[in-house]
């Protein structure tokens, strides 16, 4: 999401919801100011509503999950219009009755940040909350017989001094007020004109008269010993770090001023985080699985990279029963489950071509792609029939075809093959059979992620890769048919 200019000045937001049993809240919290905002000196205009989520924790969070939300000042300099507030309207998920109330958010705001629990006003639903406006103690006293002006009124209010009361009992001291403004700032406010050196010169008067001469001292004081330390011969006292309770040193380091870094104290640098040989960055409790150390594979067994790939659907040698079928029925579209163990820049997948006679090819078109979990298309390509090659080795080849370039994280996917051609001079696909005969695949059902091995389209009237629906019976179903794929 795009930060807003620098001179537009943004107060930030925040808020946490939680139920009676400390349990977060659901909903959102909406934000709405005037219909269209002008800022000529950015040359933008501000509109629409803001919408915040609540997160996990009940905390609001802005579009790109950040805690809180940046929000333009309601004074903001070079506005049109002005004089407004923002309309706050919260829809919490299973609390009746969404309150709505104004905010204003001052460029000033302490902190350059506000919770909305600090300035959200009580429950206007709560039967014992009435607001009832009422006269001025001055128009209360005039309504009972006093007669005169309000400042008369309010002199007549000052009785004689009382008698002084006892000295009250010392107070806890209070948090350290924000800084002040500098005198010269203040003079500046008041109407000085002019440099801070020119006020500083302003402040010197002209010298006064000498004053008398002041009487002579006696000579007589004595320094005796400063903590505990007695003067040399010389009358000097030196004092030492163990002289007035001081650190000499912190970890090794000494110095006025000591800065320990994270291997001074044994701890790994917040760089670390999610880096090689670093920690973890947990997401919900839990290590994300792009994080996860890859497997120690068994003796003798073959993995992806082995072949040059990031990942495939199964080992092809070890689970290969047929020669291989063509996977050109007039428009069928084919899933194949993949799961990818580690994050991939992904320009590549790729098929096991068993046998082609590409001279005497009778394929019309050739598609590949790779689709979400959930049946989204993340990359897919054009015609891409050129790029399969004339195979008649025994033991086929491993084609890999080029598709659009697309940041997978580690998750399953699904590579989509659709190949338009008739007769038997087309493609013969790697494939693989799961307890079945030996010229027929048996199909395997959805994992318990909901992942499915292998699936084909019960439409044959494909004519390129479109948007997949979530599949159902009457439309998809487990492949008879199960051919071999993987991701480059």
């Given at each position: 999401m795009a930060a807003l200019p620098n001179e537009i000045p943004t107060v930030r937001v925040t808020a946490t919801y939680r139920g009676w049993d400390g349990r977060a809240l659901r909903g959102t919290v909406t934000f709405t100011g005037p219909g269209l905002t002008t800022f000529a000196e950015s040359d933008l205009f501000i509109a629409g509503p803001v919408v915040c989520t609540l997160d996990e924790t009940g905390r609001i969070i802005d579009a790109d999950g950040n805690f809180g939300v940046r929000l333009p000042a309601t004074d903001s300099p070079d506005m049109n219009p002005?004089?407004?507030?923002?309309?706050v309207k919260e829809n919490l998920t299973g609390i009746s009755g969404a309150r709505t109330y104004a905010l204003i958010l001052p460029k000033d705001t302490p902190n350059n940040s506000v919770d909305l629990a600090d300035v959200a006003p009580a429950d206007p639903s709560t039967p014992t909350y009435v607001a009832v406006p009422g006269l001025s103690a001055y128009e209360v006293a005039v309504a009972e017989g006093f007669a005169g002006t309000e400042a008369e009124w309010l002199e007549s209010l000052e009785g004689p001094m009382g008698p002084?009361?006892?000295?009250?009992?010392t107070g806890a001291t209070g948090e350290r007020g924000d800084d002040g403004r500098s005198a010269y700032a203040v003079a500046v406010a008041e109407g000085f004109a002019g440099t801070e050196a020119e006020w500083l010169e302003s402040l010197i008067g002209p010298e006064g008269p000498q004053g008398p001469a002041g009487a002579d001292g006696t000579g007589a004081g004595t320094v005796t010993a400063v903590n505990s330390v007695e003067p040399d011969g010389s009358g000097n006292v030196t004092l030492t770090a163990a002289s007035v309770g001081a650190v000499a040193s912190v970890n090794g380091?000494?110095?006025q001023s000591v800065t320990l870094a994270a291997a001074?104290?044994?701890?790994l640098a917040t760089s670390a985080r999610g880096a090689s040989n670093g920690v973890a960055s947990l997401v919900s409790g839990k290590v994300p699985t792009g994080q996860l150390p890859p497997p120690t594979p068994l003796?003798?067994?073959?993995?992806?990279?082995d072949y040059g790939l990031s990942a495939w659907a199964y080992d092809l040698q070890a689970n290969s029963r047929t020669p291989g079928d063509m996977p050109s029925e007039a428009g069928r579209l084919y899933f194949v489950g993949v799961p990818l163990r580690e994050a991939k820049t992904v320009s590549q997948i790729a098929v096991h071509v068993m046998g082609y006679n590409k001279p005497s090819s009778t394929v019309t078109g050739a598609y590949f792609g790779i689709y979400s979990s959930s049946y989204a298309p993340l990359s897919r390509s054009g015609d891409v029939k050129a790029q399969l090659?004339?195979?008649?080795?025994?033991?086929?080849?491993?084609?890999r075809i080029t598709i659009p370039s697309v940041e997978l994280s580690a998750g399953h996917y699904y590579v989509a093959i659709l190949v338009k051609g008739t007769g038997t001079n087309v493609p013969y696909l790697a494939a693989t059979n799961f307890a079945a005969t030996s010229t027929v695949s048996g199909a395997a059902g959805a994992s318990s992620s909901g992942v499915h091995r292998w699936l084909q389209s019960s439409s044959t009237a494909f004519?390129?890769?479109t948007n997949v629906g979530t599949p159902t019976a009457a439309t998809w179903a487990d492949g008879q048919t199960c051919?071999?794929?993987a991701i480059v």
């Open positions: 002005t004089g407004w507030a923002y309309t002084q009361g006892q000295r009250g009992e380091k000494t110095g001074d104290v044994g701890a003796p003798g067994t073959w993995l992806p990279s090659p004339e195979v008649h080795a025994t033991g086929g080849e491993i084609a004519t390129s890769l051919y071999w794929a």
